[in-house]
């Protein structure tokens, strides 16, 4: 992947800067997997949520600031994953070898 994102001159990651530091992440008690560069926004909405009992209608502009991060963090990579792709796809054209594992293997016999 990295190596089509260098080809395609592609930076890999997101523009945007990591805000919470990872004591402040520790202390609010966020999984791993949601300490991204979205856990400022967070660390606050779920203070809120247990502060408000869970209630939905609670918390919502906590909750839209995270979501709309996300989704802007999201479309950000598939932007750069389409970047690469068309970069592969040129490639391709022009007859150079492909970067990645072929669907089918050469043995293979395609009727």
């Known amino acids: 992947m990295e190596a089509?994102?260098?080809?395609?001159?592609?930076?890999?990651?997101?523009?945007?800067?990591?805000?919470?530091?990872?004591?402040?992440?520790?202390?609010?008690r966020l999984p791993i997997p949601y300490r991204d560069q979205c856990a400022h926004l967070l660390i606050p909405l779920n203070k809120c949520r247990v502060a408000e009992f869970y209630l939905p209608?609670?918390?919502?502009?906590?909750?839209?600031?995270?979501?709309?991060?996300?989704y802007e963090l999201v479309m950000e990579r598939m932007l750069q994953m389409q970047k690469i792709r068309e970069a592969q796809a040129g490639a391709k054209v022009k007859g150079s070898v492909t970067i990645g594992v072929p669907l089918a293997p050469s043995t293979a016999k395609l009727a």
């Not at 994102?5 to 202390?27: D, F, H, N, R």
């Open 57 to 70: 209608w609670k918390c919502e502009p906590e909750r839209h600031s995270y979501e709309k991060c996300q």
């Open 4 to 28: 089509a994102a260098a080809a395609a001159g592609v930076q890999l990651g997101t523009s945007k800067p990591q805000i919470a530091t990872q004591a402040e992440m520790a202390e609010a």
